[in-house]
């Protein structure tokens, strides 16, 4: 494998998350200032921004928009995230999505973990968190530190413990 920056090759989404570790507020500004500094196109920053800390009132109100498959592991993660943007096009979507990849690779760099869930009740989290029509939401990440795998259901605790794979690069290319 060529090299790669350990912050991506250690890189991974768990769904096991230590219940009792906390997301201190210098790790979770460290996290919103290295989404703040990724790359948009015309420098626009579509993206907007809703933390939830554990048991406070907004992560709250994601977990209860989440699948209930993932609220069982979801719920043990310090903080939920709510990434969302402006605007109906796919640009600021993308953008979003790499300012979203640069909080990752910082979580990496702080020790912390994110998963990244697509699949959520959109319409009923905006409701909730009372966004405004021209925000919308596109991803919830769950951030934390490792848990225990075997606390997890049996079903999870495989997919947690076993091998990562990737596709090859020739895979990926389409010439």
């Not at 096991?16 to 507020?25: G, Y």
């Not at 919308?136 to 075997?150: E, T």
């Amino acid at each position: 494998m060529p090299d790669l920056t350990p912050l991506l090759a250690f890189r991974w989404s768990p769904r096991a998350f230590d219940p009792n570790a906390e997301l201190s507020p210098d790790e979770a500004a460290s996290l919103l200032e290295a989404a703040r500094w990724a790359p948009s196109a015309g420098n626009s920053q579509p993206w907007r921004f809703a933390l939830g800390h554990r048991e406070d009132e907004t992560w709250k109100r994601i977990l209860t928009c989440l699948p209930v498959d993932d609220q069982r592991w979801a719920r043990h993660a310090s903080a939920l995230l709510v990434g969302a943007h402006t605007g109906d096009d796919e640009r600021a979507a993308y953008d979003l999505g790499q300012a979203v990849a640069h909080l990752t690779v910082q979580a990496t760099a702080l020790g912390l973990h994110v998963h990244q869930l697509t699949r959520f009740d959109r319409p009923g989290l905006a409701l909730e968190l009372d966004l405004p029509g021209e925000i919308h939401p596109l991803v919830v990440a769950a951030v934390g530190r490792i848990g225990d795998p075997f606390t997890l259901p049996e079903e999870l605790r495989r997919r947690e413990v076993g091998l990562r794979h990737r596709h090859p690069v020739a895979d990926l290319l389409l010439a």
